[in-house]
């Protein structure tokens, strides 16, 4: 999975059926340390991510999973964690930040 | 999902049976604030997307969920929204343009 | 998918039985203006592409189905269709290159 | 598989159903000489990995099938062994080193 | 599929049940003309690759076809032909190289 930090939402009225109703959030991928890596992706979220959280994002085929198997949908990136903190060797703490509920 | 910008078409006659009739488009892919990135890709499109429409675009393994998962076909790149607008944080509005239809 | 030109022909007598009988080639993957992007790769194929043919290539999971869903087989890219021409924006007309039927 | 070695911990209380109980750590990849490449990863563990230990990474689709296949869940990374050593051509053998267990 | 050279071997005592008895080779990809190109990798081999083989490699979801797809295994990269020679266009013949067997 990668880190990531939500810093946007994305909007489509005329989209694939399977698709309705399934919020779609703009992420930044971060590195452990917070910096900004990569380039912005589109993932769905189901567990209530806000502007401004850091998260966990699943990309591939394996995304779908957050529905049913009999229910394929056509998505490539989901955010299946908010984070609440990372511990990364050399025992500094990076407490997530910015959270925003 | 990536974000894109359709810029042409492309045609293939001798092609895998899987895709008679599949629409294929050209596609540029932007990140959140429009710029290009990464190089182009083609995209199967169901949803009457055009040249110039800013889309969500789906890759890899789920793509071939545009269709019933009965019916397996050998894609990896399809267009699975028309962007309307997009909210990047920091309050911007970023207004999908070139819109041609 | 990605566009890309056939270069070359590759030979492994010692193989996965799955893959007995499928004929691989060497691809320049190129953008949409035909100039050489990122490495080589191999493909298999199975409509009959030759050398200095430009293609659509599918990558990753979804290759296995140009063989039924009951037969998969380990492999990660295919030839899906032998481009005819493409149209980008601005007007300008790429017309297919080299090619060798 | 990827290489990598094994830098820290993530903590995500709000998350996707099928994550609970999933110990999720932080890869930082390395080649076969031990050096950094790329950028961090965060992977399910279910071998008892810990902070220090080089291991083996499978990425994308695949990475579920530590459960059984009736029970799909959205991960895409997943540490599959502990590294005890590698013999890289030249002779040299690279001992795994920093082992915490 | 990639093209790769057999550089060194990878043990792991400790590992997901699915792997026991799984040969685990360090790969170095390779393009057409045989330069170094991207970074290791490690792929299981069922077919008797050896180091100085060059290889095709599959990457992905599709790797776990080697065996039966009733029996999934969390393997993203796998050999699947030790290659005997390839022609590149120019009609330059690039032999295999340090072959061991």
Not at 24 to 41: F, K
Not at 48 to 70: Q, W
């Amino acid at each position: 999975m990668r880190m990531g930090k939500v810093i946007g939402n994305v909007w489509a009225t005329r989209k694939e059926d399977g698709l309705a109703g399934l919020k779609l959030l703009i992420v930044q991928p971060i590195d452990a340390y917070g910096s900004n890596i990569q380039t912005h992706l589109v993932a769905a979220d189901r567990i209530g991510a806000g502007i401004g959280d850091e998260v966990l994002i699943t990309s591939g085929g394996a995304s779908r999973f957050i529905l049913p198997k009999e229910n394929p949908i056509p998505i490539d990136a989901v955010i299946i964690g908010i984070i609440d903190s990372t511990e990364v060797k050399r025992g500094e703490i990076h407490e997530s930040s910015d959270r925003n509920d």
